[in-house]
T-cell receptor, first 115, second 113 residues
Framework: AQTVTQSQPEMSVQEAETVTLSCTYDTSESDYYLFWYKQPPSRQMILVIRQEAYKQQNATENRFSVNFQKAAKSFSLKISDSQLGDAAMYFC????????????FGKGTKLTVNP | DARVTQTPRDKVTEMGQEVTMRCQPILGHNTVFWYRQTMMQGLELLAYFRNRAPLDDSGMPKDRFSAEMPDATLATLKIQPSEPRDSAVYFCASARTEYNEQFFGPGTRLTVL
């Protein structure tokens, strides 16, 4: 079974600085998707970014980018120019063959943004 | 702005009572998921449906939990009888097969006393 590990239960960053959240996963599949979800105190799960395993190019969405290392089974999230609104729980998730299949989540990283 | 809706948003009940949570997926989405979030276990899949047929319910305690899709616009998750260990946030999510993204509802926070 696939597993997702987030080794940093908590992280903090100064406003306007850059922070990187780590995620590793274990799978024997070759075709899959990886996701980062944000969960603010409102508890709504919000998709931040996704990466298709077959794509070598790292995904980018505005201030959010990933470093996808397929051989190392590593999928880190970099947040640039951190804003107060970025404070939330961040979950890394593994999707079998795509986002319309079941997701396996890591335990999450709580990000605090200091003004 | 299409979104997944869930009712109720919060539910407090006594141990032994029946609890029903409802989810309306986004119109046109053919896949519906139920996830449970607790502090100890994190987010875990309970069950999911495609075109209203159950695909995987291995994460669901079979003796007290049941999930159904009476029609394409409604998914239900029922707990009978409820126990304090069922206290959690229950998320519904929906997806369309061609699109690689799940959309989550706001969740139902269940507290069983």
């Amino acid at each position: 079974a696939q597993t997702v590990t987030q080794s940093q239960p908590e992280m903090s960053v100064q406003e306007a600085e850059t922070v990187t959240l780590s995620c590793t996963y274990d799978t024997s599949e070759s075709d899959y998707y990886l996701f980062w979800y944000k969960q603010p105190p409102s508890r709504q799960m919000i998709l931040v970014i996704r990466q298709e395993a077959y794509k070598q190019q790292n995904a980018t969405e505005n201030r959010f980018s990933v470093n996808f290392q397929k051989a190392a089974k590593s999928f880190s999230l970099k947040i640039s120019d951190s804003q107060l609104g970025d404070a939330a729980m961040y979950f890394c998730a593994y999707g079998h063959q795509g986002g319309s299949e079941k997701l396996v989540f890591g335990k999450g990283t709580k990000l605090t943004v200091n003004p | 702005d299409a979104r997944v809706t869930q009712t109720p948003r919060d539910k407090v009940t006594e141990m032994g009572q029946e609890v029903t949570m409802r989810c309306q997926p986004i119109l046109g989405h053919n896949t519906v998921f139920w996830y449970r979030q607790t502090m100890m276990q994190g987010l875990e899949l309970l069950a999911y449906f495609r075109n209203r047929a159950p695909l995987d319910d291995s994460g669901m305690p079979k003796d007290r939990f049941s999930a159904e899709m009476p029609d394409a616009t409604l998914a239900t998750l029922k707990i009978q009888p409820s126990e304090p260990r069922d206290s959690a946030v229950y998320f519904c999510a929906s997806a369309r097969t061609e699109y690689n993204e799940q959309f989550f509802g706001p969740g139902t926070r269940l507290t069983v006393l």
